[in-house]
Every structure is written in C-alpha cells, then in structure tokens.
C-alpha cells in the first residue's frame, strides 16, 4: 500500500507566501514524476508544477517566476514554494506521483488527499 500525505495549506493575504509538503511511504521501489495539481471551484482539475527524478521542472504559465517545486528523494518527499500568492491561486492542491512498485515492478500513479489554499485579505 502506498499513501502520499500532503500539509502546509492554509489561509494567507495576497503576496504572501506558503510551502506545500506531501511525503510518499508505504511499498515503493522507486518514484519518476511528482507534481502538484490546483482544482478551484467549478474549475477543472490543472497541473501546477511537475518535477521528474532527475530533476527537471515545469510549470503552469500562471504561476512560473512564482511557485516552485524541489524534492527529497532520500524522503520520497516533493515540496511546492509559492510566493506572491494571489487571490486565483485559491484552490485545494493535490500531490501526484508516479511510483514504482516492488512487487511486480509495474508503476502507476497515486494521490493525495488534497490540501486547501486560499488566498484572501
């Protein structure tokens, strides 16, 4: 079985600033991509940030130059930055990671519980 479990939501002012953590444990062998998805109100679910296990990133257009995303391999763990927040940036933000499983050595993707971001004075 394998969870990933995401903190660090909460309420925060336009310009302010909030770090997302979300940590995978359980059976894994290894883990290719984590990313960061937003889905807001009536609004379809969008990746935010992606990270592979190499390292290398992309971001959404809206929030380049503003969020970023790192992580802790040693940790299973995947980190989202996001600065100058503003009030568009509200949504629940979900963890995704494609992990690799031991069993059978097969990968397949899996979510966290969400984590609520609202933006607001």
């Known amino acids: 079985q394998v969870q990933l479990v995401e903190s660090g939501g909460g309420l925060v002012q336009p310009g302010g600033s909030l770090r997302l953590s979300c940590a995978a444990s359980?059976?894994?062998?290894?883990?290719?991509?984590m990313g960061w998805y937003r889905q807001a109100p009536g609004k379809e679910r969008e990746l935010v940030a992606a990270i592979t296990g190499a390292g290398n990133t992309n971001y959404a257009e809206s929030v380049k130059g503003r969020f970023t995303i790192s992580r802790d391999n040693a940790k299973n763990t995947v980190y989202l930055q996001m600065n100058s927040l503003k009030p568009e940036d509200t949504a629940v933000y979900y963890c995704?990671?494609?992990?690799?499983?031991?069993?059978?050595?097969?990968?397949?993707?899996?979510w966290g519980q969400g984590t609520q971001v609202t933006v607001s004075s």
């Open positions: 995704n990671a494609d992990i690799v499983r031991p069993w059978d050595m097969s990968n397949r993707d899996y």
């Open positions: 359980g059976s894994i062998f290894s883990i290719n991509t």
